[in-house]
């Protein structure tokens, strides 16, 4: 056997007893972020870490204050013994939804308790600065209402509309918010709030809301696709999210399947998927059928309506419907089958009709193995971003801790 | 072989073997075979370490040759990648954050059932090769060149292939079926750029380790409005497998560096 009293001075031991105190904590955190313990042996089992480690990451914890012990009381070791739980008021933080036509932002708990959300228009605010002063305006409308003090604030998060380069916390190009090209959005939010910044993709945030708290919770494997004016996918791989070697992964709006136009779209025009199943493809369908013949029918109807009609018994509807299922299950299925995933979790103002989702399981039904995908709607529904980027923030506070021994 | 190099067969480690199978690796279970449709849920790892006293891995062949690239060949240093073979039937290995992605049930990149433009409908089942695959494989390729009419003589060609060279030499109706494959082909690479956004993407197998393929692929991409991709041959041309299977087998955890318990203590 190897001494590694040999190899290593106390210096270094020390050190990596500390590392690994650190590396125990964390464990413990994420570990708790699912639920309250009612004893530290019930604890233990969850994290499976050894008593004296346990017992030594919960010490750090309690010593900066992010988990109190509650009703402790003495066991027949002599340890104490009480319920475990992330101190809720150690700190706050803000998520940001930076939509293409709102605003929203949300003040949440350390537990991740959403306290006060507000919400603003976008429409008129293109720049990056207006966005920040209009962030400003309401945190600190925030800060009043649920009498937080501003000190307590320990992280901000954003979700942006657009190819965004997590590393550098820049958003690279968005098709929505005009004008924003390398906009160093992280940097900005840190020197605007003096806390730590993190920044992702929108429908990245939404899939990390909806593992999180949501329809994949805790699931390692599955797709977030959010189908609204365009298509666009989250994807998560044995727990963690791709996002490819340009932060483009998931683009799945420009893919070609059967039924959707062979010619490539024209640059910054919407790609073939979303022309085809995104809100205003849908649209154009409808129209088209608006011009026909037969008894006239509402033009002004939204892709959800329309669906709506077709489950109502409206054969014209139908056959929108029908189209529409027949392409997206086409999008799923090559999804599914390039990553084998088995869940699929729709999102968006369009992938949100249940209409639209059973017409969709339908045809995945038909067809054989290797892989049927099962489809489910987001529950938590506009919300997913919020409480994604909520989720990203409260990482950013976990990973500070865990840094500043 | 152990014979031949005079070694004893105590000195064996590990032992990798690569398989056109959906395999869960875990277990080392040949989940699904599609050219051989006895093979269901065989516990090749097993039967194999009753033989062979060593560590032994059971993987998926493509995946190997994707392994073989990134260790030795035409992807080292690339963290997202992936291996596309186009052989008896077509298969994608991919690389993503430096390791396989395998998915939830073994079976991520088994593309040959993707259902691209221009191929008509048919269900497939797991023990067939999917419709794309029947077409762009090496029987489809030559089933579709013993079918072509067209002036004068059709030369012969007992590989696909052959066929892809008699388009390089300037052949007018192996020039578009080799175009006609490489529509296909496009579409594929597309679907899997847009997913996973890789670095570069790379053809091998009988039929993709083509330049002329690739070069045609890669002009029909310059179009695309989005994730444009580098598309490359691969370098190991048949031995990426061995090579895959040789690194596989060279990493701690086969060779029982990393073992839970060890069993000095």
């Known amino acids: 056997m190897v001494k590694t009293s040999s190899v290593l001075s106390s210096t270094q031991r020390a050190k990596q007893g500390r590392l690994l105190t650190q590396i125990d904590a964390c464990e413990v955190l994420q570990t708790l972020r699912e639920q309250d313990f009612e004893s530290r042996a019930a604890l233990r089992r969850d994290c499976g870490l050894s008593p004296a480690r346990l017992s030594a990451a919960i010490s750090f914890l309690e010593k900066k204050g992010l988990v109190e012990e509650l009703g402790q009381g003495n066991s027949a070791a002599g340890r104490r013994s009480g319920s475990l739980r992330i101190n809720a008021r150690y700190g706050y933080v803000i998520g940001l939804d930076i939509g293409g036509s709102n605003l929203r932002i949300a003040l949440a708990d350390m537990k991740g308790t959403v306290l006060g959300k507000w919400s603003a228009s976008t429409k008129r605010t293109s720049s990056p600065d207006m966005v920040i002063e209009q962030v400003r305006k309401?945190?600190?409308?925030?800060?009043?209402?649920?009498?937080?003090?501003?000190?307590?604030?320990?992280?901000?998060?954003?979700?942006?509309?657009?190819?965004?380069?997590?590393?550098?916390?820049?958003?690279?190009?968005?098709?929505?918010?005009?004008?924003?090209?390398?906009?160093?959005?992280?940097?900005?939010?840190?020197?605007?709030?003096?806390?730590?910044?993190?920044?992702?993709?929108?429908?990245?945030?939404?899939?990390?809301?909806?593992?999180?708290?949501?329809?994949?919770?805790?699931?390692?494997?599955?797709?977030?696709?959010?189908?609204?004016?365009?298509?666009?996918?989250?994807?998560?791989?044995?727990?963690?999210?791709?996002?490819?070697?340009?932060?483009?992964?998931?683009?799945?709006?420009?893919?070609?399947?059967?039924?959707?136009?062979?010619?490539?779209?024209?640059?910054?025009?919407?790609?073939?998927?979303?022309?085809?199943?995104?809100?205003?493809?849908?649209?154009?369908?409808?129209?088209?059928?608006?011009?026909?013949?037969?008894?006239?029918?509402?033009?002004?109807?939204?892709?959800?309506?329309?669906?709506?009609?077709?489950?109502?018994?409206?054969?014209?509807?139908?056959?929108?419907?029908?189209?529409?299922?027949?392409?997206?299950?086409?999008?799923?299925?090559?999804?599914?089958?390039?990553?084998?995933?088995?869940?699929?979790?729709?999102?968006?103002?369009?992938?949100?009709?249940?209409?639209?989702?059973?017409?969709?399981?339908?045809?995945?039904?038909?067809?054989?193995?290797?892989?049927?995908?099962?489809?489910?709607?987001?529950?938590?529904?506009?919300?997913?971003?919020?409480?994604?980027?909520?989720?990203?923030?409260?990482?950013?506070?976990?990973?500070?801790?865990?840094?500043?021994? | 072989m152990l014979c031949a190099q005079k070694q004893p067969e105590g000195q064996l480690l590990g032992l990798v073997v690569g398989v056109p199978a959906i395999v869960?690796?875990?277990?080392?279970?040949?989940?699904?075979?599609?050219?051989?449709?006895?093979?269901?849920?065989?516990?090749?790892?097993?039967?194999?370490?009753?033989?062979?006293?060593?560590?032994?891995?059971?993987?998926?062949?493509?995946?190997?040759?994707?392994?073989?690239?990134?260790?030795?060949?035409?992807?080292?240093?690339?963290?997202?990648?992936?291996?596309?073979?186009?052989?008896?039937?077509?298969?994608?290995?991919?690389?993503?954050?430096?390791?396989?992605?395998?998915?939830?049930?073994?079976?991520?990149?088994?593309?040959g059932y993707l259902r691209v433009p221009n191929i008509s409908r048919e269900h497939p089942t797991i023990h067939k090769y999917g419709k794309l695959e029947k077409l762009l494989g090496a029987p489809g390729i030559l089933k579709s060149w013993r079918a072509t009419k067209g002036p004068g003589t059709r030369p012969k060609a007992n590989h696909a292939a052959d066929v892809f060279d008699l388009a390089a030499a300037g052949n007018a109706q192996a020039r578009q079926l080799l175009k006609q494959r490489a529509t296909i082909l496009a579409d594929i690479v597309l679907d899997l750029a847009l997913i996973l956004n890789p670095s570069v993407i790379l053809l091998g197998g009988e039929?993709?380790?083509?330049?002329?393929?690739?070069?045609?692929?890669e002009s029909l991409l310059q179009g695309s409005e989005f994730a444009v991709v580098r598309v490359r041959l691969g370098a190991l041309g048949s031995s990426a497998v061995l090579w895959g299977a040789i690194c596989t087998a060279l990493e701690p955890a086969v060779l029982g560096l990393l073992q839970a318990k060890s069993p000095a203590s």
């Open chain 2, 24 to 111: 869960n690796v875990d277990d080392g279970i040949v989940v699904a075979l599609s050219a051989l449709q006895d093979w269901s849920n065989v516990p090749l790892g097993a039967m194999l370490g009753g033989e062979f006293k060593c560590h032994v891995v059971v993987e998926n062949d493509t995946n190997l040759a994707a392994q073989g690239e990134y260790y030795r060949g035409a992807a080292q240093g690339e963290k997202d990648f992936v291996f596309i073979t186009i052989g008896e039937g077509v298969g994608a290995g991919i690389f993503v954050g430096g390791s396989l992605h395998r998915g939830s049930q073994w079976s991520a990149g088994e593309i």
């Open chain 1, 138 to 405: 309401g945190v600190t409308f925030l800060l009043q209402q649920t009498s937080v003090p501003r000190r307590s604030l320990l992280a901000i998060a954003a979700g942006a509309p657009g190819i965004t380069d997590v590393d550098s916390g820049v958003v690279v190009a968005t098709s929505y918010l005009r004008g924003w090209r390398n906009v160093p959005l992280r940097s900005l939010l840190e020197s605007a709030f003096h806390i730590p910044a993190a920044l992702e993709n929108d429908v990245r945030v939404a899939a990390i809301g909806e593992n999180w708290l949501g329809a994949a919770r805790g699931v390692p494997n599955f797709v977030f696709l959010a189908i609204g004016t365009g298509i666009a996918a989250g994807v998560f791989a044995n727990g963690k999210l791709i996002h490819g070697i340009d932060w483009t992964a998931g683009e799945v709006g420009y893919m070609h399947v059967p039924g959707t136009p062979e010619k490539a779209a024209e640059r910054g025009a919407p790609g073939s998927l979303e022309s085809t199943i995104g809100g205003d493809g849908i649209r154009q369908q409808w129209l088209r059928l608006c011009e026909g013949p037969g008894v006239p029918l509402n033009r002004d109807l939204t892709a959800t309506e329309i669906f709506e009609l077709a489950h109502a018994g409206d054969m014209r509807a139908a056959s929108v419907l029908n189209r529409s299922a027949q392409v997206l299950a086409y999008a799923v299925y090559n999804i599914s089958l390039v990553l084998n995933s088995s869940l699929f979790v729709l999102g968006g103002g369009v992938g949100m009709s249940v209409p639209l989702r059973d017409a969709t399981q339908r045809f995945l039904q038909q067809y054989n193995e290797p892989v049927r995908p099962k489809l489910i709607i987001s529950s938590l529904g506009q919300d997913a971003q919020l409480i994604g980027a909520i989720r990203l923030a409260l990482n950013k506070v976990e990973a500070g801790v865990g840094l500043k021994l």
């Open chain 2, 207 to 217: 039929v993709g380790n083509h330049p002329l393929l690739q070069q045609e692929v």
